[in-house]
């Protein structure tokens, strides 16, 4: 019996080819979707939980508050993980990453830049599973300047992965020996690095309670409350931080993020890698399922509008003896053969635009994932779900109808329950507008971060980095060099770049009453041709002059916020008391306000700033004019390797790096706005499955109103009508929906267009579903409006 009817299945999908394809596309394409957005939201949760003891390891992160800002860091001082695993038992292990800059390390006739070498304590293998491939784990970093690569690094500097015992020497020329090679770190981890180098390797880098730096790791035991352990966290605070901030009038208290957390849930304005959003999983969530019900939809519509056609299939079948029961498993064994030769065909299309997936997304998902176990029990229920929802409405529908009827010709016209089709297209539709808007005003605030006025000129500035003494005191030198060509308008130097983080350090700073009082001050140095290169304004006062001998030592510089902050009605000549070395205290006078710009990206509000003037800056700039920039640039490369001989040219563009800061938004967009086309493309095809069955349903009315004298445009306009109401139902229940969320989602950005200057981009929405409609109901409804009367009326 079974048998019989898997045969009768394939002979009618074999026998309706055109109905079968655009079926199974449908959810070939939705179940296809569906599993690269499950892809990309399992990848995002399986950040950091590869660690055997993921669930155990937290991260020790700083929230401070002053007596007029408050902010977070990932980072904490570097006597603290020494405190909790000596003196606290609760403490498994405690482990630092000392990040290093950018440094130079080579290796016989090969040097290169690297940022991402950091020392860590010798426990770091015990606390984190990294897969070894040569070394011992366990005693890889006991030892000073002992170092353990990756296996690409190896590869990149020794030409193997053989390589134990070898020596690299960085720019301090300190020889590291080669102890332990590693499989890179994984790409879903919230810090990655290239190499790691024995904390021991700097005994005297001890550091103090009053300086933040290091990323601080701590494993509690299993099954641990982390809750449990904010009274010792509150204890350090008291014996070793309170003493030194309190008469600053800073609080600071510590909080624990578990590792699998970091990624989705940590918004830290310095971490260490690009994170992810929690928001993003949900909506990426809503999308697969929208995809997944959509392609059930189509079926639905689909399969009614063949409704007709299989009507005296059906009358013949139960006038033969069928029941009710064997019509339903018939009709429900085809739409389940049905969905899992789409199941196949998605399968063999995930094969083919899983790199393209993998490229938009920045992921390295493999193809084996789908044959795991769990993955496929999870894609075979869905498409079994799919099946039984897709076919259950034509299968109880198809069955029921009287036989008698159906062989007289009698079918009734209703053609089954019209409000739940319209019903299912209302809500096919709500789904696609409200996609449709999210995708444009997604864009539409990306499109603002990236033109938005920043304050400065970032075009056509070229930044290099200059990371050690040697480069740093031949500058002077190389920017006169640079200013021979014509072709180079200015050259700057700063100890941060407009982009990153800055330094803060508590100052004493002088209040409109004139007393002195301690303030957590962001800062950076920076020369005398920084604001004119960067084309920033100055509103009050002036910049740092050459002509005025004590600027060098004497003047800084505040922006607008730093006026609004300290409520300064006269900023000009007010005091900064800044330490030395050796504990002598200088006192600075501002000479001049610049107007607020944009030192941190577009997501943070602008932080008061003050900027003092100094020379062996890390960052260089080169303000380039605008013509034969290439041509420029090797000339630059050319004068650098005159100048700092051995040392590799490496170079990025301003507007470039601040365009990077905004990728992760602009991938998610893209992927949005990918997923939302398709799932239109498959609403339209339950469109189209609608069309067909009105059409049809209405064959005789069309002829008879043709006979009658009735116009080709007036019958379109007939049969069109009821669709255009069908999109303004679903664009009245869309518009609020698609309001509320994008406006929740915006308010992620300190900065950020206002929805209420959107409405057109909702009409718009509504327009173009509007003409996507319009256009995919034509073929029907054209060709029912021009076809030969006399063909629908030659059976009465």
Not at 110 to 129: G, Q
Request: some cysteine; aromatic content about 12%.
């Amino acid at each position: 019996m079974l048998k019989n009817l898997f045969k009768i299945a394939i002979r009618n999908i074999l026998k309706e080819k055109g109905y079968s394809i655009i079926n199974i596309l449908g959810l070939a394409i939705g179940i296809m979707c569906s599993m690269f957005l499950g892809l990309y939201i399992m990848d995002e949760l399986s950040y950091d939980r590869y660690h055997d003891n993921a669930d155990n390891i937290y991260r020790v992160v700083s929230n401070i508050k002053e007596p007029d800002n408050s902010f977070t860091w990932a980072i904490a001082q570097i006597p603290m993980a020494d405190e909790l695993r000596d003196n606290y038992p609760d403490v498994v292990n405690a482990v630092r990453f000392f990040g290093l800059g950018r440094n130079l390390y080579k290796y016989e006739d090969k040097s290169f830049y690297e940022e991402d070498i950091f020392l860590a304590d010798s426990t770091v293998f015990e606390m984190f599973s990294y897969q070894f491939i040569a070394g011992d784990s366990e005693t890889a970093l006991d030892e000073p300047y002992s170092i353990v690569v990756t296996e690409s690094m190896a590869i990149k500097y020794f030409g193997t992965i053989d390589c134990l015992n070898l020596l690299l020497t960085d720019q301090d020329n300190d020889q590291l020996k080669v102890t332990g090679v590693i499989k890179g770190v994984p790409a879903n981890s919230h810090f990655r690095f290239d190499a790691l180098i024995s904390r021991n390797s700097e005994p005297d880098y001890q550091g103090s309670w009053g300086n933040f730096g290091v990323f601080t790791y701590i494993q509690l035991p299993g099954s641990y409350q982390p809750a449990n352990f904010k009274g010792s966290l509150d204890k350090v605070v008291k014996d070793h931080v309170d003493p030194i901030f309190e008469q600053f009038k800073i609080s600071i208290n510590y909080e624990l993020q578990r590792i699998t957390d970091i990624h989705l849930y940590s918004k830290i304005q310095d971490e260490a890698e690009e994170g992810g959003d929690i928001s993003y999983i949900y909506i990426f969530a809503a999308v697969a399922v929208f995809m997944l019900v959509i392609a059930s939809i189509n079926y639905m519509n689909l399969a009614t509008a063949r409704s007709t056609q299989r009507a005296k299939e059906v009358g013949v079948r139960k006038v033969m003896g069928a029941g009710k029961g064997q019509l339903v498993s018939q009709f429900m064994i085809e739409s389940l053969v049905m969905s899992f030769v789409a199941l196949v065909m998605s399968m063999l299309l995930i094969y083919i635009f899983l790199p393209a997936f993998n490229n938009l997304a920045n992921k390295q998902i493999e193809i084996t994932y789908l044959f795991q176990s769990q993955v496929l029990l999870i894609l075979v229920g869905v498409t079994f779900i799919i099946g039984i929802i897709g076919g259950s409405y034509p299968a109880f529908y198809l069955s029921r109808f009287n036989p008698v009827n159906v062989l007289k010709g009698k079918l009734s016209t209703k053609g089954g329950n019209a409000i739940l089709r319209k019903t299912l297209v209302v809500l096919q539709f709500s789904i696609s507008i409200f996609m449709l808007i999210s995708t444009l005003v997604v864009f539409d605030q990306l499109k603002f971060l990236m033109n938005k006025d920043l304050g400065f000129d970032k075009e056509q500035v070229l930044r290099f980095e200059m990371p050690d003494d040697q480069m740093q005191a031949g500058y002077n030198g190389f920017r006169q060099k640079l200013l021979t060509n014509p072709n180079i308008i200015n050259v700057a130097s700063s100890s941060s770049t407009p982009g990153n983080n800055v330094n803060k350090v508590i100052f004493n700073v002088e209040t409109e009453e004139g007393e002195m009082n301690e303030r957590g001050i962001d800062f950076f140095v920076a020369d005398f041709d920084f604001i004119e290169a960067m084309q920033m304004s100055i509103v009050e006062g002036r910049n740092f002059s050459r002509d005025i001998l004590s600027d060098t030592s004497l003047a800084v510089l505040v922006n607008e916020s730093m006026v609004d902050r300290m409520g300064w009605t006269e900023p000009l000549g007010k005091k900064f008391d800044i330490p030395q070395r050796g504990g002598e205290v200088v006192t600075k006078k501002v000479v001049g306000v610049v107007k607020d710009y944009h030192q941190n990206s577009l997501y943070d509000e602008i932080e008061p700033l003050m900027i003092m003037y100094g020379e062996g800056n890390y960052y260089g700039y080169v303000k380039l004019q605008t013509s034969n920039i290439s041509k420029t640039v090797n000339e630059i490369e050319a004068i650098w390797g005159q100048t700092f001989i051995n040392k590799p040219f490496e170079y990025n563009f301003l507007d470039q790096d601040f365009a990077s800061q905004y990728t992760s938004d602009k991938r998610r967009g893209d992927i949005f706005t990918i997923f939302s086309s398709l799932t239109i493309a498959i609403a339209c095809l339950g469109l189209l499955g609608l069309t067909a069955y009105t059409t049809e349903r209405r064959t005789k009315e069309i002829g008879i109103r043709k006979v009658i004298g009735a116009s080709v445009k007036s019958i379109v306009a007939l049969l069109s009508k009821e669709f255009v109401v069908l999109v303004l139902i679903a664009t009245v229940i869309a518009f609020p929906i698609a309001w509320y969320f994008m406006d929740t989602w915006l308010q992620a950005f300190a900065y950020r267009i206002e929805l209420r200057k959107e409405v057109p981009t909702f009409v718009l929405s509504a327009g173009i579903a509007l003409l996507i409609i319009v256009f995919t109901m034509s073929y029907h409804t054209i060709r029912a409006a021009i076809s030969n009367p006399v063909n629908a009326l030659k059976d009465e």
